[in-house]
């Protein structure tokens, strides 16, 4: 048995028939890569029972503790049953890409079962309509709860079941795996008591780390090198009140050099800067177009990773987080990627301050049993249409393979990601980069975006907005130096006359 961190229970705690607490991936693939051409469900379900072993989420499920007075655990499944977990769906024709969208909202809206391993993959076949996607493609579209996995260890789970090439090479190492027994409730009640028992000492070695933090984010916050702007709280927009049970979802993709060249035109600016600014201006369009657009800056959440490189297989989720504006009151484009890097430099720094392995470990202050109270009843009263956002929306950016990835022998020609929504959050961005694209996917509150292709149309415009802004001084440079007129040669300077021979010499 092995008990979930406070960060990891809290996504339990979340939970609601409203608020599924799962993130996953969007997968498409191209069976005529596969060894006869195409690929059969059995033969996908055989393929993924081989790398069961290459991740533990596949095989456990969670146990709670009666009333929640201690955070779950979990344990080897003994009624594991992988056809649960595989299912197996078509799209009628014309199968085209609206289509699929709808069909991932709908799966997306879906809470999973809490008492089997939380994960689930759902093979769509008939991607017979979609531009740029071979004809007789098929989708993989996986949920996992985020109680699992984070973005970073979410990529280990995608590795095992993901070969570099078409061969399908069975692993060479043998199944060991044993289920457990299920745990009598008076043995989860003594573990709860002795857990309880050091959970002063906890909180004492938290703050304990915490304080020389503190001390130095108020030294550099007085030399002005820090300013704590982003610790206000976020307008209040559309997307930050109670959500209803619905999603929408869709991603556009974008090229992986384009968004680099972009970020070349702000000194020290990172893809994620770029993307970003992206987001900052398609949410600036779509908000202005409602009449719905605050003065102040939207904000996002991003995401960071301490997940060591020792931990990459680990369970749960090993994350913190910074608050960065988006520029929404920028209307110029690169004035507004200038803006975003800028803040994003400011709450790194203040981040990095306190440290952000201490930023996260400050969920174990909270006691179990009044961390899943808090989250029912936050739920129950609609606490989330009563104040203001400490942020907009999140923007959490997972790094893909440079290489292609084969599923079943059946190529990937394209990823995208889903991430969960919750009260005072309505709207998420996953972004994710493989070989040469970088997607940036969204799932959304479908009663607060119920027009995903008009946003999924601003974020386009946005990009090609900013990729002209900030292409444009190199691409004028460039032509000056071709219009350039050619230097003029100095004219050749005249040869001396010989000399004559003076007079008289032989």
């Given amino acids: 048995m092995q008990q979930l961190s406070a960060m990891d229970a809290s996504f339990v705690y979340m939970e609601t028939p409203h608020t599924p607490m799962h993130i996953g991936s969007v997968g498409i693939y191209d069976p005529s890569t596969a060894p006869d051409g195409f690929v059969r469900f059995k033969d996908i379900l055989r393929f993924i029972e081989q790398r069961l072993p290459g991740a533990r989420s596949f095989r456990q499920r969670l146990v709670r503790v009666p009333f929640d007075v201690d955070h ?112 009598r409730v008076a043995d989860l009640l003594a573990r709860s008591y002795f857990n309880n028992l050091l959970q002063p000492m906890r909180i004492a070695e938290t703050i304990g780390r915490s304080l020389p933090g503190m001390a130095k984010l108020a030294v550099q916050a007085g030399k002005g090198d820090v300013s704590l702007k982003n610790t206000r709280p976020a307008p209040k927009t559309r997307f930050n009140g109670k959500v209803s049970a619905h999603r929408v979802w869709d991603a556009v993709p974008f090229k992986l050099a384009e968004v680099r060249a972009i970020k070349e035109a702000v000194p020290d600016a990172t893809v994620n800067d770029v993307i970003l600014t992206v987001v900052g201006g398609a949410l600036r369009s779509y908000l202005k177009d409602k009449g719905d657009l605050p003065k102040e800056t939207l904000t996002a959440m991003a995401p960071i990773s301490v997940r060591q490189e020792g931990e990459k297989a680990a369970l749960g989720n090993l994350v913190s987080a910074m608050v960065v504006g988006l520029g929404t009151q920028i209307e110029d484009p690169l004035e507004r990627l200038r803006f975003v890097h800028d803040d994003a430099v400011n709450s790194k720094a203040m981040t990095n301050a306190v440290g952000a392995k201490t930023l996260a470990d400050y969920s174990k202050l909270i006691p179990s049993g009044l961390a899943g109270l808090g989250a029912r009843l936050y739920t129950r009263v609609g606490a989330a249409n009563m104040h203001a956002p400490a942020f907009n929306c999140v923007v959490t950016n997972v790094p893909g393979p440079k290489v292609p990835l084969y599923f079943c022998g059946a190529k990937m020609v394209a990823m995208a990601g889903t991430a969960p929504v919750f009260d005072s959050m309505g709207l998420i961005h996953p972004v994710y980069s493989y070989v040469d694209t970088i997607a940036v996917s969204f799932t959304a509150d479908r009663d607060m975006l119920p027009d995903p292709d008009v946003y999924a149309a601003a974020l386009r415009s946005s990009f090609e907005a900013l990729k ?39």
């Avoid at 071979?134 to 993901?162: N, Q, R, T, W, Y």
């Avoid at 292409?471 to 440079?477: I, N, Q, R, S």
């Fill in 72 to 183: 779950p655990y979990w344990i080897e499944d003994p009624e594991f049953d992988i056809e649960f977990h595989v299912r197996h769906i078509a799209l009628p024709k014309p199968g085209d890409w609206r289509q699929l969208c709808i069909q991932v909202a709908r799966l997306h809206a879906r809470a999973m079962d809490l008492t089997k391993p939380l994960w689930e993959f759902t093979v769509v076949e008939g991607l017979d309509n979609i531009p740029g996607i071979p004809p007789g493609c098929f989708a993989l579209v996986s949920k996992v709860h985020h109680a699992a996995i984070d973005g970073m260890s979410g990529v280990e789970m995608s590795a095992a079941v993901h070969d570099l090439d078409a061969k399908m090479t069975a692993p060479e190492k043998p199944d060991t795996w044993q289920p457990d027994n299920m745990p």
């Fill in 468 to 506: 002209a802004a900030a292409l444009k001084p190199a691409a004028a440079k460039k032509e000056a130096n071709e219009n350039k007129p050619a230097p003029r040669k100095a004219p050749a300077k005249p040869k001396p006359a010989p000399k004559r021979a003076a007079k008289g010499a032989k």
